[in-house]
């Protein structure tokens, strides 16, 4: 099968600025319960994921376009340019900021926390 990504447009993801698009690559059924999203994440210019907290999944980011900032759980700040990998662990925390004139796009996936 081939299609398209969905795309879904979030105003203030996570309480942030500015408008990111979520293209999700997989839906809730092709994921078969192992993640709550597979997807790429375009932060627009001059906007932001807002600092949140993962409590039952984990998220892993690869950075595939564009330059911005990631935030990590104790608050430090650090670029993050195309080929960076940030991760999130369960209970951590994280935001990201997009600072420059052009799209920040990166890969996203969140992998549920596993059950015993």
């Known amino acids: 099968m081939v299609r ?3 795309v879904t447009m979030m105003e203030n993801m ?8 979520i293209r999700r690559f997989l839906t809730e059924e092709e994921l078969m ?3 709550d999203l597979f997807c790429r994440l375009v932060v627009h210019p001059h906007s932001s994921i807002g ?3 993962h409590e039952h999944n984990a998220e892993t980011f690869f ?4 330059t911005g900032v990631f ?3 104790d608050g ?9 990998v940030c991760t999130i662990a369960v209970g951590q925390c994280h935001g990201v900021e997009n600072n420059s ?3 920040l796009e990166m890969t996203a996936l969140i992998l549920k926390e596993k059950v015993e």
């Open 51 to 53: 600092f949140h907290r």
């Open 4 to 6: 398209k990504e969905e």
């Open 14 to 21: 996570r309480g942030g600025t500015g408008m990111t698009e």
């Open 71 to 73: 935030i990590d759980d």
């Open 33 to 35: 319960g192992h993640a």
């Open 76 to 84: 430090s700040r650090t670029e993050i340019h195309p080929g960076d």
């Open 101 to 103: 004139d052009e799209n």
């Open 63 to 66: 950075v595939m376009k564009g």
